[in-house]
Each structure stands twice: as C-alpha cells, then as structure tokens.
Nanobody
Framework: QVQLAESGGGSVQAGGSLKLSCAAS??????MGWYRQAPGKERELVST???????RYGDSVKGRFTISQDNAKNMLYLQMNSLKTEDTAVYYC??????WGRGTQVTVSS
C-alpha cells in the first residue's frame, strides 16, 4: 500500500504561480502523475512522469506546468506558472495507476 498526500494548493490570481507537492508514504518505482477535476467535469490528465524521467503533459498545460520528482524524499511536484481561471480544479496525485491522493484545491481568479 502507498499513501499519497498532496499539498500546496490555494487561491491565486490569473498569471500567478503555485507549486504542488505530493508526498508518498514509501519509495515507489512507477509512473506518477497529476490529474485534476473541475466542477461538473471529468478528471483529466495534467502531467505524468515515468520512472525513467520521461514526462507527458496535457495539451492545456504544456509550456506552463512542470512536473518533477525527488526520489530520495519520495516527493512529486508540479510547478504551475501563468495560471488561468480554467486551471481551477481539485488536483490529485496518482501513483502506479492505482493509488490516489485526496486532492488539493487550486482556485485561480481573474
């Protein structure tokens, strides 16, 4: 079992930045990622990072968000820049395609 805990969400104005963190309860070697779900919408991919460091981004965040990880600390990060109001959502950390965190709210105001 792996527990994931997100942090770093909050409220920010459009154009601002936030950095999300996800702490894993133990070391894991698998694909990790960030997903988000806005009210009334389906959960969608934000970004993933494979164990070899290969990254993938959703089209709506390319060039603005950066995923990274610190394996020594069992941490996953998401640096979000140039935030838009449409980035408002609950952001979830995911690991190994089966473990999910409880999410952290990101609200971007105009």
């Amino acid at each position: 079992q792996v527990q994931l805990a997100e942090s770093g969400g909050g409220s920010v104005q459009a154009g601002g930045s936030l950095k999300l963190s996800c702490a894993a309860s133990r070391y894991i070697l698998c694909t990790m990622g960030w997903y988000r779900q806005a009210p009334g919408k389906e959960r969608e991919l934000v970004s993933t990072i494979n164990s070899d460091g290969t990254t993938r981004y959703g089209d709506s965040v390319k060039g603005r968000f950066t995923i990274s990880q610190d394996n020594a600390k069992n941490m996953l990060y998401l640096q979000m820049n140039s935030l838009k109001t449409e980035d408002t959502a609950v952001y979830y950390c995911r690991a190994c395609a089966i473990y999910w965190g409880r999410g952290t709210q990101v609200t971007v105001s105009s």
